[in-house]
């Protein structure tokens, strides 16, 4: 993940900017937010990413279980739906994760937004092996049509930012 997000933090845009956003889907929670990702805090991003590995989850965050792939899409519908006006430059999303199964019974309705949110959205999803297959994050973001890339080697991480650099160039 660190070398995916180091990869896109060199992205050069002639208009617009680069922001990171790190969720910790487990405890529901915002956990590193920099609005300046070309000059990315790797330290303070590091240690958001270790607190959300931690094992330490607590009995509150665990009976919520069922509600993270909600915090998911609202996350996701806020940040496409703030301040938007058909004068907006148009919004692209890379999500950087690893294939994720939700809580049995867990509200996973797709994402829902009237008219069209003039974005483009990247799945970047690392995978063990070619028989790992179950994601389930996917289908949250199913109406925004992402470009969903299947990482498991660095090979691959490097093709799919050349594609959407590519595609970003067409613009």
């Not at 069922?66 to 739906?81: D, I, P, S």
């Not at 199964?101 to 070619?130: A, I, K, T, W």
């Not at 925004?144 to 090979?155: D, K, S």
């Amino acid at each position: 993940t660190l070398g995916a997000l180091a990869a896109l933090s060199q992205m050069n845009l002639t208009d617009g900017s680069l922001s990171i956003t790190g969720l910790d889907l487990v405890r529901r929670q915002v956990m590193f937010e920099q609005r300046d990702f070309q000059n990315v805090k790797w330290t303070s991003l590091m240690e958001a990413m270790k607190k959300a590995q931690s094992p330490g989850v607590s009995t509150t965050d665990l009976q919520g279980a069922k509600n993270n792939g909600a915090f998911f899409r609202e996350f996701l519908n806020q940040r496409l739906t703030s301040e938007s006006s058909e004068a907006d430059p148009m919004r692209v999303v890379v999500v950087v994760t690893s294939s994720r199964l939700f809580e049995n019974g867990s509200d996973l309705r797709p994402l829902q937004l009237e008219g069209d949110c003039n974005c483009r959205v990247y799945y970047l999803r690392f995978r063990l092996n070619v028989n790992d297959v179950f994601d389930e994050l996917e289908k949250l973001m199913k109406p925004l049509r992402p470009r969903t890339f299947n990482l498991i080697t660095a090979r691959d991480l490097r093709k799919a930012i050349a594609e959407i650099v590519e595609d970003l160039g067409k613009l």
